[in-house]
């Protein structure tokens, strides 16, 4: 018999930064005449799922954005969130930590990064019911990796070794029915039970659930030719972003 998870009060946080460092103020081109924010929060608010909707930013000029969508903004980011090392687990503790002391304490969070422009609110939908049905704690979307890593080379100056040498000649088109299938997060979708999430600081937990998306959609925007190619799958498939 299926149990569904009681996942409680949930929020939708989506991180949004302006100081990227390979591709500048990227949370906020504009794709197909909205920004990949805005896209963001319609996606979630599409989804009909979330108790609030919050975005996490250290800029003035990305909170205006969020605002002018109709997004609160009682806190700001710390600047030093906004630069490297800091990563998404930190800024989503930050989140939960404010939220918490301003009186809104959440039981599930849902990570939604604006560079994956082609989520779709139903995606968000199948991965929450995923979530439930399987009673985990964590839960990312994923996509299929094309070029497995158990093949990769490392370059050590001019040489080459093998990452994996007992997988050499094992993949592709001699892969077998050992050959497991290797996945990496998309970064469309993340779930966390939040107080698991406090435990162990890092949404890299296990056991945890994988909703699959296809390539296709599973861009996640990190540098100019991979917004370029965005801007070619936008006209080329405007159904994607009717969730925006």
Known sequence: MITDKDIGKVLALIPAKEGSQRLPSKNILPLAGKTLLERAVYSARKADLFDRISVSTESARVASIASAVGIELPFMRPPELARDPAGVVEVALHALDKWESLGEKFDTLAILLPTSPFRLAS??????KLYRQLEVDFLMSVVEEVHSPLSSLILEGERLQPLHPDWLNRTGARATAETPDIVRCNGAVTIVDVIRFREERNYYAFPMAAYKMPAERSL??????????????????????DDA
């Open 123 to 128: 995606d968000i939908v199948a991965a929450m």
């Open 220 to 241: 996640d925007i990190d540098t100019e030719l991979e917004f370029t190619f965005a801007e070619f799958l936008a006209e080329r498939h405007p159904e994607w972003l």
